[in-house]
């Protein structure tokens, strides 16, 4: 079975990420990981940090004192996505507007706050106001209440293809009626027991500890971030003034096993894409998984953009990242086909049309 | 005329509840009147309430490289429950998809350690294994996993509106032809934190609750799953499987007003009522029963029955309503899939449940509060309505059999 989506455009984009808020596309440019101060570490340790600002001073009148930063992000993310996208909310029916959210751990810090107050002072005794803030679709809920966004507000998430889950989620919605534009975020934040548990797991790169390159060592830096993008309905993005339109997104297809490459291929249904974005695992790309099946699929000739070693850190949520790092850098238009695989745990691709911006 | 590929169906039902395993099991249960809701002591220290358990859960075999937790053992459970109420063996859901919410994942396998010196805790023997669990998109895993499903896999998590949502998007994903049956549904266990967090809110009754009631004092916890089988009409048709019920129309919206409250008005559940009414092709003269939300909280209620008020508005008589968070408190992400299996249940057996302790309803004159007996009827159209922390809103409804 093939889901051909009606094509959805991807209009705005925004992100708060390791080379800070911004609206729009991510300017190519070196990035290396930081070194952690927010909490004390056994040595050096490093990671893809985003640097501190002000939420406030980005998108005025924006209160997150209370916040786990994720939330905080995504509301930020949000508005430079919104921007971008040259849309005023004033002059759109809010409740057809719709949120998608994905993350894979969510408000972690504050349910780390949430714990720390129920071991200072007992479980009868946690924090009130931090409570509803630990809740994973807590990020699309303020999303939607300082937007006043009344459409359907949903929090998905998957081991690895979180955001290609989000992006497809979205699509539906909007073919089938449900809304007529979406928000789509996905993002993660770094806190002291995600990364601790990654250090203990010994998933790390050698990068993380030492700030000599060492290549090809192995390993994943972890980042953090949230990615947001605007997509409408085709009909609605190609008609509105001033609408600016990245990529459509034609179809779209994830399972959890079978066989890739023939699913992938019925999915193109005769389309051959001229470039194949991976994302996904985090092995080296010559020898990665996803670009055997993108060789498979698309021949030695296709032009394959490898994973943003970044946007790997972010596991299943980095896929927008990817696809922003993408259409930043893309060498070519047409049709492309964004492209993860996570071992047993199957594949993601999707059939995007890169426009002229 | 019934268009058999946009036509989606139920065809197996599977539950986990506190009343046991099986959906008939909880319907004998809930007839009988028997209440589930019972003092609790032991969910952490100093803890005096009311919740309801499930005793007795069949656990999965665990070895050295997995390990599940709670939320993943009641949604493998349900989803179990579910496939062998198809009468169909394993094989035939190798393609299928699984669409699970939660909002508790794996927090039934951490402790305040991992927040006071996490590189400790994670030293611990075992609790890399245990931390695994925790992201909320591994119950969806561990189902899939489990039965070696390898179609697309999804976790939701909205709240007290996940249960919900996951059968809403499920039935999207189907009409997209993501997959040619869906496993959707949602699992939630009692843990110590979510037990504190809505003790701290002081939104939790220490009796059993009485939804709809003046004098309403706030919720029960409870736990559970329940998973739908969900598949296309044609789908059906092929594999010649016995439809249980159709679900009709699915509807999402939020609120856009408060981080726990609902919008006092109850605006943006009437909005997801009516688009639900509208994708079913209904009118609200033909719904004859909602199974509410109805959580006993002061708010929520006086904000649903508002909502029922303005979405119901021009019905020739009231519109019944019963709230069954009354016989097994508050499931969480577990309770929108619970209460659509409790919503079917009602389509198949014309059997309507009344709200327990409902002695002095909410003055609400559009509404016909179900309370006492068991009323039975016809029951062709039943919805299922909820609602969750950050505004929103998810509504189901479920019909008889294909027109």
Same mark, same amino acid.
């Given at each position: 079975m093939t889901p051909n989506l009606a094509p959805v455009i991807i209009t705005g984009v925004g992100s708060v990420s390791p080379y800070g808020p911004l609206a729009g596309l991510i300017p190519q440019s070196p990035l290396e990981p930081t070194t952690i101060t927010a909490w004390t570490t056994a040595g050096l340790r490093r990671a893809f940090l985003v640097p501190a600002f002000r939420p406030a001073s980005v998108v005025p009148g924006l209160k997150t004192r209370r916040l786990d930063r994720l939330s905080a992000w995504a509301l930020v993310a949000s508005a430079l996505a919104i921007k971008d996208a040259g849309i005023d909310l004033n002059q759109v029916?809010?409740?057809r507007v719709a949120v998608i959210f994905a993350t894979a751990f969510g408000c972690v810090e504050l349910t780390e706050a949430f714990y720390l107050s129920a071991a200072a002072n007992g479980w009868n005794g946690t924090d009130p106001s931090t409570f509803p803030e630990t809740l994973p679709s807590t990020p699309a809920s303020h999303v939607s209440l300082f937007h006043g966004l009344r459409g359907p507000n949903v929090t998905v998430s998957n081991k690895d293809f979180a955001g290609e889950n989000a992006l497809m989620q979205a699509a539906s919605l909007l073919r089938h009626g449900q809304a007529d534009l979406a928000i789509v975020l996905a993002g993660d934040t770094l806190s002291q027991s995600l990364y601790s548990w990654y250090d203990v797991a010994a998933v790390l790169s050698p990068a993380c500890y030492n700030s000599d390159p060492v290549p090809e060592a192995g390993g994943f830096i972890p980042s953090e971030g949230v990615a947001a993008l605007v997509m409408e309905s085709s009909g609605r993005g190609d008609i509105r003034s001033g609408a600016r339109s990245?990529?459509?997104?034609c179809s779209g297809r994830w399972a959890a096993g079978g066989q890739p490459a023939e699913m992938i291929r019925q999915m193109l249904d005769g389309s051959v894409p001229s470039l194949t974005v991976c994302s996904g695992n985090g092995a080296p790309c010559a020898t990665s998984p996803t670009t055997a099946l993108a060789r498979e699929i698309s021949g030695d000739g296709a032009v394959i953009i490898s994973p943003q070693t970044f946007a790997l850190g972010l596991a299943g949520t980095g896929a927008l990242f990817h696809l922003i790092l993408a259409l930043s850098s893309r060498p070519v238009h047409g049709q492309a086909l964004f492209l993860a695989t996570a071992g047993h745990s199957g594949f993601a691709a999707l059939l995007l049309e890169l426009l002229a911006i | 005329m019934t268009d058999i590929h946009k036509t989606i169906v139920v065809t197996g039902v599977g539950v986990v509840s506190p009343y046991g395993v099986g959906l008939d099991c909880m319907q004998a249960g809930m007839l009988s009147g028997k209440c589930c809701l019972a003092p609790t002591k032991d969910l952490y220290p100093g803890f005096e309430g009311t919740t309801a358990q499930v005793r007795g859960l069949p656990l999965l075999a665990e070895d050295s490289s997995s390990r599940y937790s709670r939320t993943d053992q009641l949604a493998t459970a349900a989803a179990q429950d579910a496939m062998a109420h198809t009468g169909?063996?394993? *094989? &035939?859901?190798?393609?299928s998809g699984v669409v699970i919410a939660n909002t508790v994942g794996g927090l039934t396998e951490i402790d305040t350690g991992i927040a006071k010196d996490p590189a400790a805790w994670f030293r611990r023997p075992g609790n890399l294994l245990r931390v695994a *669990?925790?992201?909320? &998109?591994h119950v969806a895993d561990a189902v899939g996993e489990h039965f070696g499903i390898r179609g697309p896999r999804c976790a939701i998590s909205v709240a007290c509106a996940s249960g919900a949502t996951a059968i809403a998007l499920a039935a999207n994903m189907l009409l997209d032809g993501a997959a040619p049956i869906i496993l959707a549904g949602g699992s939630d266990p009692l843990c110590p934190f979510t037990l504190s967090g809505f003790n701290s809110l002081r939104a939790l009754d220490p009796n059993p609750c009485s939804p709809f009631d003046q004098n309403r004092k706030g919720l029960n916890l409870g736990e559970g799953s329940a998973i739908l089988v969900l598949e296309t009409l044609a789908g059906a048709t092929a594999r010649n499987a016995n439809v249980m019920a159709v679900l009709r129309g699915w509807a999402m919206t939020n609120d856009a007003f408060h981080t726990t409250a609902p919008q006092e008005q109850g605006i943006g559940l009437a909005d997801c009522i009516r688009l639900s009414m509208e994708m079913a092709e209904v009118s609200g003269d033909e719904i004859e029963y909602v199974n509410a939300?109805?959580?006993?909280t002061p708010l929520n209620d006086i904000a649903e029955a508002t909502a029922y008020e303005t979405a119901f508005r021009g019905r020739k008589h009231p519109i019944p309503v019963s709230s069954?968070? *009354?016989?097994?408190g508050h499931c969480l992400g577990a309770a929108g899939a619970l209460e659509a299996a409790i919503t079917i249940m009602a389509v198949r057996s014309g059997a309507l449940l009344p709200t327990l302790r409902l002695v002095d309803p909410i003055e609400s004159p559009g509404v016909d509060w179900l309370r006492g007996e068991v009323k039975r009827q016809p029951l062709p159209l039943a919805m299922s309505v909820s609602s969750g922390f950050g505004g929103s809103n998810a509504v189901l409804i479920f019909g008889s059999g294909p027109s």
């Open positions: 029916d809010r409740s990245y990529a459509r997104l | 169909r063996d394993g *094989s &035939a859901f190798r393609e *669990s925790y992201p909320f &998109a939300h109805g959580t006993g069954t968070k *009354s016989y097994f």
